[in-house]
């Protein structure tokens, strides 16, 4: 529950950002420490942009947690490098099988490791979902609802972006908003898609991005040198590991990193988890717990829950519906490039920073339901080369366009792709360093699917050749996995209710972007973390002892007007 709007309120909710800079966890731990024969409160799978959430809104409510996180415990001034090579630890890079019309490469574009998850490399953009995103089938006859609405996720968001903080102009797109801090300046790739939208007549503004904008806590201030997507050493953006991890540990939570969990337990005789197995340099362990929460990512969600088959799951647990790893979705994020006479030096800047949201709905006099959504990118050296490489560029010519890069810029579009039942993850044959099954994701895209992302090409190559650019060139790419384990109004339709708990095990929660229905053609992360801080405010409201009895709608303070911090 909200404890009020403005800098007091957050402080008073969250403190994370007057508790940095963390104590290097290796050296001095402050930390509380659980035995793995301690049955805590709640044990969370995945320290990411759920994981933490949930963890540190039920500490602060008395709850003791530990989350088992598969990957390390990062020291950003120590650990990270401005250094686009150099940062490829922060991936998830563990083998995958992918299939399917249309494979989705994974790895650094699609999932991240370690305490603070996929966000410590995240570009940092955190829109709202709209309303229309919570019954997309109801109004547009593709999708599907959820069973909840907008109304019910406002003051969870209003909470976060008070929280990350998010600084952007007012928001007029979905229910518009204003935001917590103001717009950063933009660089000369935001200048060209503000120069071309208002050439086009498309609205866009600048934002919203979860990097503190002014004085935030003991955050720094961002020095604008665009290494958003390979974590930020001075803290100035936003990702769990600084925003919520370092008020769950003051609240008593424990983050042990290091620890890939490999199944859940479930008591056949109560049919409720009892704890989850976890390895730990290479010893196995098994960690007690009341309730377990699972945020793994969507990928790894489905497949630890496959894995976690036992004779009362014999199709893997709580996946008497074959539901379990079905609707996984990924946006469809084509990426055009545009070159200017001038010099546009997109690296000096954040890449998020402009954004567009005049495209988002359905729109009746197109052969497409669902939108698009465009943004700035300001890929790095690395990742333009990619780009100019898939244009089928080579040798000399990839040599010649790679010395042009400062006169680039580049605009990413999200396309709602929509959520399908057979593209989902199963366990492959093939199994991990641990011997256990490694996740097989197939995909293929619908024709609405093909047909979007054939119109978010074209939006964003007028842009920016009314921007000015004399060429533009554009690849096919995917940003962005949510769905595998989604919410819905009873367990023939989805695998968790509308509190993110299983139909099939009462004190089993799946709490990250799995959960997700729909995908909208926003960025996840806020969305997320909002439904991770409603399922922990209701958990908080009555539910310690475990979830065995229905729950209660938590009493919310009325809502305020946000106050300008900055
Ligand atoms: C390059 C990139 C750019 C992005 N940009 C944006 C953006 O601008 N805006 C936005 O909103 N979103 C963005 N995203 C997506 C966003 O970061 C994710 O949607 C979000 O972090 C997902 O949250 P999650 O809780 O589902 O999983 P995560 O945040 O990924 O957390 C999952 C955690 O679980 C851990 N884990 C996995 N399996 C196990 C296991 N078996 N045992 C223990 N731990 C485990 C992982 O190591 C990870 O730390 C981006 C993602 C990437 C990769
Ligand atoms: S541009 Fe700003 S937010 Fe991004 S990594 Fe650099 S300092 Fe951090």
């Not at 991240?112 to 953009?125: I, L």
């Not at 070159?339 to 000096?348: A, L």
């Not at 409603?534 to 009895?549: E, Q, S, V, Y």
């Amino acid at each position: 529950m909200s404890a009020g709007r403005g800098l007091r309120g957050v402080r008073a909710r969250n403190e994370s950002a007057w508790l940095l800079p963390l104590a290097d966890p290796d050296v001095d731990t402050g930390m509380r420490r659980f035995g793995d024969d301690d049955e805590v409160d709640l044990v969370i799978v995945g320290c990411g942009a759920g994981g933490s959430t949930m963890a540190q809104r039920l500490a602060r409510a008395g709850w003791s947690i530990v989350v088992l996180e598969a990957g390390p415990f990062w020291e950003p001034d120590r650990d990270w490098v401005s250094d686009e090579a150099g940062s490829h630890r922060l991936y998830w890079t563990e083998p995958r099988v992918i299939d399917g019309d249309d494979p989705v490469p994974l790895g650094s574009n699609n999932s991240g490791r370690g305490v603070g998850g996929s966000m410590v490399h995240f570009a940092g953009y955190t829109p709202r979902f709209h309303p229309s995103d919570f019954h997309t089938e109801t109004l547009d006859g593709v999708g599907a609802d959820w069973p909840l609405r907008y109304e019910d996720l406002k003051p969870y968001y209003e909470d976060i972006e008070e929280e990350l903080p998010v600084a952007g102009q007012d928001w007029p797109w979905g229910d518009p908003h204003s935001y917590p801090h103001t717009p950063h300046p933009v660089g000369g790739n935001g200048e060209a898609f503000l120069r071309g939208a208002l050439a086009c007549g498309i609205e866009a503004r600048v934002g919203p991005v979860a990097i503190s904008n002014g004085r935030f806590g003991h955050r720094r201030h961002c020095i604008y040198r665009g290494f958003c997507l390979q974590g930020c050493k001075v803290d100035a953006k936003a990702s769990p590991l600084i925003t919520h991890v370092p008020d769950a540990i003051a609240h008593g939570a424990e983050i042990r990193a290091d620890s890939m969990v490999t199944r859940v337990a479930v008591d056949p005789r109560t049919g409720l988890a009892t704890g989850v197995h976890y390895e730990h340099g290479g010893v196995e362990h098994f960690q007690r717990a009341r309730n377990v929460a699972v945020a793994a990512y969507s990928i790894e969600t489905p497949r630890l829950l496959l894995n976690s088959a036992s004779p009362q799951f014999p199709d893997g647990l709580c996946n008497d519906h074959d539901l379990v790893g079905r609707y996984l979705m990924v946006q469809g994020a084509p990426q055009t490039g545009g070159r200017f006479e001038e010099e546009v030096r997109m690296y000096k800047a954040p890449p998020p920073e402009v954004s567009s949201e005049a495209f988002y709905e359905t729109d009746p006099s197109k052969p497409y339901k669902r939108g698009y959504s465009i943004q700035t990118v300001s890929p790095l050296p690395i990742t333009w080369a990619e780009h100019i490489a898939a244009q089928g560029h080579w040798g000399t010519e990839l040599r010649r366009r790679m010395t042009d890069f400062v006169h680039w810029a580049c605009l990413g579009a999200l396309c709602e792709f929509l959520p399908q039942p057979e593209n989902r993850v199963t366990l492959d044959e093939e199994k991990d360093r641990r011997g256990m099954p490694v996740a097989r994701f197939t995909y293929s895209r619908c024709g609405n699917d093909r047909r979007l992302m054939a119109a978010a090409a074209g939006t964003m190559e007028e842009i920016l050749t009314a921007a000015g650019a004399s060429e533009v060139m554009t690849i096919e790419r995917y940003a962005h996995l949510v769905g595998g384990a989604r919410m819905a109004a009873d367990e023939r339709h989805g695998v968790v209710d509308a509190d993110c708990r299983t139909f099939a095990v009462p004190n089993l929660l799946i709490t990250d972007g799995s959960v997700l229905p729909t995908q909208g053609s926003a960025n996840p992360a806020l969305t997320i973390m909002s439904l991770a801080a409603r399922t922990a405010a209701r958990l908080g409201a009555g539910a310690r002892g475990g979830l065995r009895r229905p729950q209660r709608e938590p009493a919310r303070e009325p809502a305020r007007e946000p106050a300008k911090e900055s």
